[in-house]
């Protein structure tokens, strides 16, 4: 009889354990609607493996508060509303707008500007040779959101500053949630700065970000092949992150993204189906590129789908020359005695296999209605 219980105990034990999800965090730019930013998330949330706690957003590719509107309204339609989305920061802790624009004029135009223009290289300068604010494409102020294709979401955030809600998830939960910061770090580096303890409070953290020498013949990066726009846009953000004493650091490069186009073939593949994910994609996206923040999501839910890797120490250039934010890399032999820490780098992606995951993903209607413990 005690051993038919302890028999039982056990396996309800196993199950348990089993069916336990993963914790994570989605730290974002929530641009949209449809856009990379936003599959990304959805490929998290649609995960039966994963529960998100929150979604915490920072100023990267939009503007804050544009991006907060975005994400609302992908939980709603594609039945995800449960989980919370926190506003984070506006501005990047050091680098300004202003700053950038005049650099612009000395060292030259990077190929995204995110929220302060989009793409530069498509727009001239002014007979006067000045770059101003306003001969940005694209750009509006931070406080402003434009009409939402999408239209307007019901739900609205957390009445809660993101750094703070980082903070209070990872110690409601120590040593199990993993932050998947897809865009700046700068909410990262903040909740860092208020409580010393976050980072070895969490299991570790996967960042989008860095750019070692991608083989490409695209000149967004064949010329520059260290910058990528995450760093950039918050160089001092991501310095701090980097130095952090995480359980583990796993860095998506633009390297891997390159390779993994959004193609016409996935698109149809994901149109066919009625579940609301697919639906929303279906609907609202429009681009087909790189997969930069879906794939780190995807190579956190199933790690076999990177084939290759490599293991080096990381921080960002903050010279403020002509290569503040690129990525900074040694092997050990070589690294600075200045506290960088040891980042596994993601170098290659098995393409059939992440294709066939993210579409089945999408297309599935398990991963819909998620519940979150986190308000």
Do not use: C
Not at 173 to 193: K, R
Not at 266 to 291: C, G, H, V
Not at 338 to 345: A, E, K, S
């Amino acid at each position: 009889m005690i051993g038919r219980l302890f028999a039982a105990v056990f396996l309800l034990f196993a199950t348990t354990a089993f069916a336990a999800k993963r914790l994570a965090i989605i730290d974002q730019d929530g641009s949209g609607p449809g856009d990379s930013n936003q599959m990304a998330m959805l490929t998290v949330l649609q995960s039966e493996d994963a529960e998100v706690l929150g979604i915490t957003i920072v100023t990267g590719d939009a503007w804050r508060d544009e991006e907060v509107q975005h994400t609302l309204r992908m939980l709603e339609l594609t039945g995800h509303a449960g989980v919370p989305v926190v506003p984070g920061a506006v501005f990047p802790l050091v680098r300004t707008q202003q700053e950038t624009l005049i650099a612009m004029q000395l060292s030259g135009k990077p190929a995204w500007l995110g929220a302060w223009g989009g793409r530069p290289q498509d727009v001239a300068l002014p007979a006067g040779g000045v770059l101003e604010s306003s001969s940005i494409a694209r750009a509006h102020g931070p406080w402003e959101i434009p009409p939402l294709p999408e239209g307007s979401p019901r739900t609205r955030a957390l009445d809660e500053d993101a750094a703070h809600f980082l903070i209070r998830q990872v110690h409601a939960h120590p040593h199990d949630v993993t932050i998947l910061a897809f865009g700046p770090l700068t909410n990262i580096a903040l909740a860092m700065s208020i409580d010393p303890q976050f980072a070895e409070l969490t299991r570790g953290i996967v960042i989008m970000g860095s750019s070692l020498n991608p083989q490409t013949d695209d000149p967004e990066f064949a010329t520059s092949p260290r910058f990528e726009f995450n760093f950039w846009f918050d160089p001092e953000a991501a310095h701090v992150v980097l130095r952090g004493h995480w359980p583990r650091i796993d860095v998506t490069t633009v390297d891997i993204s390159i390779k993994t186009m959004f193609t016409d073939d996935m698109f149809r593949a994901i149109a066919k189906s009625d579940a609301p994910a697919a639906k929303y994609i279906a609907q609202y996206s429009t681009e087909r590129y790189y997969m930069w923040d879906e794939l780190a999501a995807s190579a956190w839910l199933d790690p076999s789908i990177i084939t290759k890797t490599a293991d080096v120490y990381m921080d960002v250039d903050l010279s403020h020359g002509p290569s503040y934010g690129y990525t900074l890399t040694w092997q050990e032999k070589l690294k600075p005695a200045t506290g960088v820490q040891l980042v596994h780098v993601h170098m290659d992606v098995d393409l059939p296999k992440f294709r066939s995951m993210f579409v089945g993903l999408m297309t599935s209607s398990s991963g819909a209605m998620t519940n979150s413990r986190s308000r």
